[in-house]
């Protein structure tokens, strides 16, 4: 059931909106940050067996 927001449901859905898209955006860029750091670290350590 929605709350009714009166005249201010517009800014309220769009805060709403804009929040969901910056969590979507951090989780993201840790995804990929988290992915690009164990290649590094999987790389240093493939180098530091073979030495």
């Known amino acids: ?8 449901a517009g800014t309220v ?7 969901l898209l910056l969590l979507a955006a951090i989780i993201a860029l840790s995804l990929w940050k988290s992915r ?6 999987d790389a240093a350590e493939a180098r530091r067996s073979d030495g």
Request: proline share 5%; glycine share 10%; no cysteine.
């Open 1 to 8: 059931m929605i709350p009714d927001l009166g005249k201010y």
């Open 13 to 19: 859905l769009s805060a709403y909106g804009v929040s």
């Open 36 to 41: 690009a750091v164990k290649r590094k670290l």
